[in-house]
């Protein structure tokens, strides 16, 4: 069975701190990993994506994340915090690119002050 | 293009009664998810959709819980009775089934339930 667990419910930055965002997986087979972010009263919207390609993965908004098997990890950063970049963060894991369901884990709740 | 589409957007109703939420997806995609989100919670997979088929609905309380893809293009889930623990974000996802980026779930906006 597959599984994410994301390390801390809520994370709080100051803005131009630096980002960590934790997911640690749990696959029987080589994982595809996304991490999306969801903003109020909206649905959820894709921030970056793993599908065996290279380790480190650029996303969207300055966002980036680095595949470590070795760690199981699969842990979001942002080098300088944006006010705007407050909102839920999901880690997702899924069995393959097409066609299976992701599974979420339980989010981070990303705070950023002035 | 359009986004995936979901109504309606709130939805109020008293535990034993019934409700139904609709999607329609982005045109061509061919795969369609109904997730649950508890508030706090991550989204978990109720049901899973290719065209018109089921795919996946072990995690669908059969009980109460119904969706129906008729023609394989829009989407309908309805609960009844509802009991308090519905209440949630009902989340309407669609992918592509060939071609680029076919890893990526889209998502509408959610349709909240309140059950008082």
């Known amino acids: 069975a597959q599984s994410v667990t994301q390390l801390g419910s809520h994370v709080s930055v100051s803005e131009g701190a630096l980002v960590l965002l934790r997911c640690n997986y749990s696959?029987?087979?080589?994982?595809?990993l996304f991490w999306y972010v969801q903003y109020p009263n909206q649905g959820l919207q894709l921030l970056l994506k793993?599908?065996?390609?290279?380790?480190l993965v650029k996303g969207i908004n300055g966002f980036e994340a680095e595949f470590k098997k070795s760690e199981t990890s699969f842990h979001l950063t942002k080098p300088s915090a944006h006010m705007s970049d407050a909102a839920e963060y999901f880690c997702?894991?899924?069995?393959?690119?097409?066609?299976?369901?992701?599974?979420f884990g339980k989010g981070t709740t990303l705070s950023v002050s002035s | 293009e359009a986004g995936v589409a979901q109504s309606p957007r709130y939805k109020i109703i008293e535990k034993r009664q019934s409700v139904a939420f609709w999607c329609n997806p982005i045109?061509?995609?061919?795969?369609l998810y109904w997730y649950q989100q508890i508030l706090g919670q991550g989204p978990k997979l109720l049901i899973q959709?290719?065209?018109?088929?089921?795919?996946?609905d072990s995690q669908l309380p059969k009980d109460r819980f119904s969706a129906e893809r008729l023609k394989g293009v829009d989407s309908t889930l309805k609960i009844q009775p509802a009991k308090l623990e519905d209440s949630a974000v009902y989340l309407c996802?669609?992918?592509?089934?060939?071609?680029?980026?076919?890893?990526?779930?889209?998502f509408g906006e959610g349709s909240r339930l309140t059950v008082l």
């Open positions: 997702a894991v899924s069995r393959s690119q097409a066609g299976t369901a992701l599974i």
């Open positions: 793993y599908t065996s390609a290279a380790t």
């Open positions: 045109s061509g995609h061919a795969t």
């Open positions: 696959s029987s087979v080589p994982p595809y």
């Open positions: 959709f290719q065209n018109n088929g089921v795919v996946d």
């Open positions: 996802a669609s992918r592509r089934l060939r071609g680029r980026n076919t890893g990526e779930l889209f």
